[in-house]
Every structure is written in structure tokens, then in C-alpha cells.
């Protein structure tokens, strides 16, 4: 009896112990604050897009639900991040006052920069290449296919928003040091031709370089140029186009443009017209037609001048 009744207390104790330890649990020990940034949730370190949806911004009742949080400090600098599922803000702070603010219909992160391994958060780091210590804030739409934007912000001795970069539907854009010259150029795309000619699955987007000019960023026209193509090459890749599905019916393939495209953005526009008569059955019809088509579509591009200027 003196072993059953030991047996009895010590599982009565353990019971009471359980109970306790989830009564403890249950209570919250750091009740959401009257300030936003103070609900801190999970963090969600850099991470764009954090969420996928919409991007209709919260109407309902109540406050929208948060889907992530960040925070950075550099020196007398601290930035915030919030995210919900239909919008997101963030904030610059300087020694505790606020210098930059913005609250939309997007989601925000931010930026970085790989170095090998590793990668480099685009705060404090001299992006521009003119001395002084910068941030970029990377933004999404939320949308589907876009759309991208890369807020650039001075953040040294003094304050200032340098650029905000469009990248439209450029979901790699990004910021890498291309020429071993002090700071980044900006890597992106251009989608004028992006409903040329197979639609948005299958559309010609030539790589565009960005440098720094001492104001902003720009066409960097020196490292867009590239060496004629061998000619051998230009004629095998013709081949291999005529060669491809949809002349028969009149329709040439997405290829011819995509190839032209981007012998255009590196300067070799001779070479792309030369890729077109070889490429060009000469029982097909439509040739000239295609080549209005792309040229009307090229002088819709941001950059049609700085094109024009690189084929010269």
C-alpha cells in the first residue's frame, strides 16, 4: 500500500507540473504595442516577394494581417520594413527622426549584392561609386509578372533619395560590379518586346547595363558593346531557323526575332539584318512586314536612342 500510494502522489505532482506548463505557455508574455513596427511577428529577413496575390490594398475592417518584418541599423540610420498581404511601408529613420517614409500597394526588401558565397547587404556600401555610404530598398508590385523597383538613398553625412530604378518585370534585376571600377552597375531588362511576337511566354527581353553617370543611373553604352559575331556563326544560326516550325504557315519563329533583338542591344544591328535575309525563307512572304513590326516596336523601347547611339 505504502508503494501504491507513492505511485499516487508522484503522478498527482507530474499532473499538476503539466498542467501548470501549459497554462504558463498559453500566456502572452509580450502583448502587441499601440506602435506598428512594434507588433514584431516573425522577421523575414531581405525576403521580396514575401507573399504572392493582389495587390489591392487592405480596405477591410480591423488592421491588415502582417506577413513579415525587418529591420536594419547603419551608424545614425535605421530602416523598418512591414509587409502585409496586400501592401507594405517602409521608413528611414536618422538619429530617431524620420527622414523617408512610403506606404503603397507593394511589398519591400532589402536589396543585396553577391560576393561569392555570400551576399553583401546593400546598406552602407558605396553602390554608386561616388564615396559616400548608400541603401537600396528593393520593391514588388505583388503582381503576377511585375513589377519591380529599386529605391536608392544616400545615407552618409547627409540624406537624399538618389533614383528610384523601374525594372519592370525584371525579377532578377540586380546590382553587381561588372567592370572592376569603384561601385555597382545595375543589371535589368527590357520588355518593350514583350508581347512580341509569342506573348509573355515567349518574348524577346534583351539585357540592359546601367552605370552611374554622377547624377544617376544610365545606359552604359561602354558595356553594352560587344564584337561582331563571326560570320560562320550568324550563318549557322540562320540555318537553324529556317529549319524551325511555323514558316510553312507564314509564321516565323520567335527565335529570329529574339536572335535579332540581341544582336541590336550589343551593337550589331548590320548583323541582325544580315541574320534576317539568310534566315528568311525566300518562298515566304512577310519579310518586310516583320522588320516594320520590330522597328516600330524598337522605337517604343526607354532606351531607343541610346540603341540607336550604340549601333552607329
Not at 507530474?14 to 516573425?42: A, K, W, Y
Not at 530604378?165 to 534585376?173: L, T, V
Request: negative net charge.
Amino acid at each position: 500500500m505504502y508503494d501504491a500510494g507513492m505511485r499516487t502522489g508522484v503522478i498527482s505532482i507530474l499532473g499538476f507540473v503539466f498542467v501548470f506548463l501549459l497554462i504558463m505557455t498559453g500566456r502572452s508574455e509580450h502583448p502587441l504595442g499601440d506602435n506598428l513596427f512594434d507588433q514584431r511577428g516573425p522577421l523575414v529577413r531581405s525576403g521580396i516577394p514575401l507573399v504572392s496575390g493582389g495587390a489591392a490594398p487592405h480596405t477591410g475592417g480591423g488592421s491588415p494581417a502582417v506577413v513579415g518584418q525587418d529591420e536594419e541599423r547603419y551608424q545614425d540610420y535605421l530602416v523598418r520594413i512591414t509587409n502585409y498581404e496586400n501592401e507594405g511601408s517602409f521608413e528611414i529613420l536618422k538619429n530617431g527622426r524620420q527622414v523617408y517614409s512610403l506606404h503603397k500597394a507593394s511589398n519591400f526588401g532589402f536589396a543585396k549584392v553577391r560576393e561569392g558565397k555570400n551576399y553583401l547587404l546593400l546598406m552602407g556600401t558605396d553602390v554608386t561609386g561616388n564615396g559616400q555610404p548608400e541603401l537600396v530598398i528593393s520593391e514588388w508590385s505583388l503582381g503576377a509578372h511585375c513589377c519591380y523597383t529599386f529605391h536608392l538613398f544616400e545615407i552618409g553625412d547627409r540624406f537624399r533619395h538618389i533614383q528610384s530604378i523601374d525594372a519592370g518585370s525584371s525579377e532578377s534585376a540586380r546590382f553587381l560590379n561588372l567592370d572592376g571600377l569603384p561601385g555597382l552597375e545595375f543589371i535589368t531588362d527590357d520588355w518593350t518586346f514583350a508581347y512580341e511576337p509569342g506573348g509573355f511566354a515567349d518574348p524577346p527581353v534583351p539585357r540592359v547595363i546601367l552605370k552611374f553617370d554622377g547624377t544617376s543611373y544610365v545606359f552604359a553604352r561602354e558595356l553594352m558593346k560587344q564584337d561582331p559575331p563571326d560570320e560562320g556563326l550568324v550563318h549557322a544560326i540562320a540555318k537553324n531557323i529556317q529549319t524551325m516550325d511555323g514558316w510553312p504557315m507564314g509564321s516565323p519563329p520567335a527565335e529570329i526575332m529574339q536572335e535579332m533583338v540581341d544582336l541590336i542591344y550589343s551593337g550589331n544591328m548590320a548583323h541582325a539584318l544580315s541574320l534576317l535575309d539568310q534566315a528568311w525563307p525566300a518562298d515566304v512572304s512577310g519579310k518586310d512586314d516583320f522588320l516594320l513590326d520590330l522597328t516600330t516596336t524598337l522605337k517604343k523601347s526607354p532606351f531607343y536612342r541610346e540603341i540607336l547611339s550604340l549601333n552607329q
